[in-house]
């Protein structure tokens, strides 16, 4: 079993930036992939990026390429989602998720953490 707990959501104006972050524990923290989805009000759950066990393969969405930047830190058993050149289409609330497998543009986890909301105001 792995906990994630995400952190770092909040309310932002519409050209600025954000890091969620997401710590894992339980089972050992290496070899399992991780990710952040997002949902807004009245849409399905989308996904956003994933990160493999390495750090070394990154993968996006189309809608946030370029804007969202994910990253892990071993040592710390945590993962991170930058988020750039927000817009007010980017408010939902972010779950970070772990294990399971992916591809190019997909991803379908494990484990989910119990979200944080992002607010952007215009």
């Known amino acids: 079993q792995v906990q994630l707990v995400e952190s770092g959501g909040g309310l932002v104006q519409a050209g600025g930036s954000l890091r969620l972050s997401c710590a894992a524990s339980?089972?050992?923290?290496?070899?399992?992939?991780m990710g952040w989805f997002r949902q807004a009000p009245g849409k399905e759950r989308e996904f956003l990026a994933t990160i493999s066990w390495s750090g070394g393969v990154t993968l996006y969405a189309d809608s946030v390429k370029g804007r969202f930047t994910i990253s892990r830190d071993k040592a710390k058993n945590t993962v991170y989602l930058q988020m750039n050149s927000l817009k007010p289409e980017d408010t939902a609330v972010y779950y970070c998720?772990?294990?399971?497998?992916?591809?190019?543009?997909?991803?379908?986890?494990?484990?989910w953490g119990q979200g944080t909301q992002v607010t952007v105001s215009s």
């Open positions: 339980g089972r050992p923290y290496s070899g399992y992939a």
């Open positions: 998720a772990a294990g399971g497998s992916y591809g190019s543009k997909w991803y379908r986890p494990d484990y």
